[in-house]
Every structure is written in C-alpha cells, then in structure tokens.
C-alpha cells in the first residue's frame, strides 16, 4: 500500500539559510500534520492542514510557513535557520473524520550547522 | 488539555520474556489512545489504537493494550519479548473524533537482553 512520502530524507543547512520540506499524503488523504522530533526527544505537534486550510497550530516558529496544495501535498518553510532547528520532521496524514489515525512518513533529518 | 505519561524512559527484559509498558493519560474529554514504536533511524509506525470500541485492543507483533478508564491508563503489553522488539515506544492520545492533533508521551526505549 502507498504510503507518506517525505522529501528530501536528509537535508544539511547553514545558519541562516532556508529549506522546504515536502510531504506528500497517502491517496486520497486530505488531511497533513507536520511534527518535530528533537534529539531524544518526543514527536512535538506544529501544524495541520485539512482542504488546503490550517486546521491546527501548535509550536510552529515564526520563521516557520507551511501549506497545502490543491494536489494536498504540503510544504514547510524553513527561514533563518538556528542549530536548535535540527531535528527530525516528520509528516503524518489521515482522511478527515474518517480515519482516526495518522500515518507517518519517514520523516527529514535537518542538519543546521 | 490531554496530555500522556509514560512511565520508565527506559525498559530492559530478557528475551521471552513479559514487556509491559506503561501509559497514563489526561483527558478533558473522551480520548483516542494509540501507540507507535520507532526503531532506530526510521519514522513512526502504528502499533494498535484503543476509539472506544473494545477496551482490550491488539495490535501488530503480538502486542496488546488494555483501556482501563477507571485508571486512566493505557499499558502496552506482549507475553513474550523478541530481539526485534527493542525500539523506541510512544504513547499518544488525541480527542475522540479524529484528525485531531497527537500528543505523544516521552517515550520509552525497550532493550531486550539474549
């Protein structure tokens, strides 16, 4: 079965440059998540998408943007990046009010060096 | 606010034996409980998910969560432990209706010892 995909899987970056991190959801899945798992950390919430609209914020920096498209891809946007951005992301999608579950990519290890 | 504990950041048993993992959650309002394990390097995968069906839920690898409102709690559990289990363990709770956002415990790391 098809799954989330992530891109790209690892990415290195200098402080203060930017990155974009894509996600693409599973078929027919409208909804995206997107999550930050610091180093030994638990998975932390940032946003979520349903129908190309926010649907939820959580800690999202603001130099931090993100979307969804009319294919429901998403993208998020990382603008002058700090070391502490380091981590991995990773991006969930599900079918709203359908599906309670969220499935996960495998996720974009962001290096800022 | 929900929020969820998971006790012990770190679990050690022998192979075949009893894992048991623990989680307690805070709810405002009836929950989605869910457990995903993560193995080294890779991305979060479903284990099983309690949605107010059945208390007793199993999921994939033999594993099994009870829902105990009484106790707040959602424990993983598996008879018998394999080497292949050793992974990273989060507990997760959401509102009940869906495509709401996850809240995930600390974590657990599982090490199973020959």
């Known amino acids: 079965a098809a799954g989330v995909i992530q891109s790209p899987r690892h990415l290195i970056k200098e402080k203060r440059e930017t990155a974009t991190l894509k996600c693409y959801p599973i078929p027919r899945h409208d909804t995206v998540y997107w999550y930050q798992q610091g180093p030994g950390q638990d998975p932390q919430f940032l946003i979520s998408?349903?129908?190309?609209?926010?649907?939820d914020k959580g800690s999202i920096p603001d130099r931090f943007s993100a979307q969804q498209f009319s294919d429901y891809h998403s993208e998020l946007n990382m603008s002058s990046l700090e070391l502490g951005d380091s981590a991995l992301y990773f991006c969930?999608?599900?079918?709203?009010?359908?599906?309670?579950?969220?499935?996960f990519g495998p996720g974009t290890r962001l290096l800022v060096l | 606010a929900q929020s969820v504990t998971q006790l012990g950041s770190h679990v050690s048993v022998s192979e075949g034996a009893l894992v048991l993992l623990r989680c307690n959650y805070s709810s405002s309002v009836p929950p989605y409980l869910f457990w995903y394990v993560q193995y080294p390097n890779q991305g979060l995968q479903l284990l099983l998910k309690y949605t107010s069906a059945a208390t007793l839920v199993k999921g994939i690898n033999g594993f099994e969560a009870e829902f105990k409102k009484s106790e707040t709690s959602f424990h993983l559990t598996k008879p018998s432990a394999h080497m292949s289990d050793a992974a990273e363990y989060f507990c997760?709770?959401?509102?009940?209706?869906?495509?709401?956002?996850?809240?995930f415990g600390k974590g657990t790391k599982l090490t199973v010892n020959p």
């Open positions: 997760a709770v959401s509102p009940q209706g869906g495509s709401e956002k996850l809240v």
């Open positions: 969930a999608s599900s079918l709203f009010r359908v599906t309670e579950t969220q499935y």
């Open positions: 998408f349903y129908e190309k609209m926010q649907s």
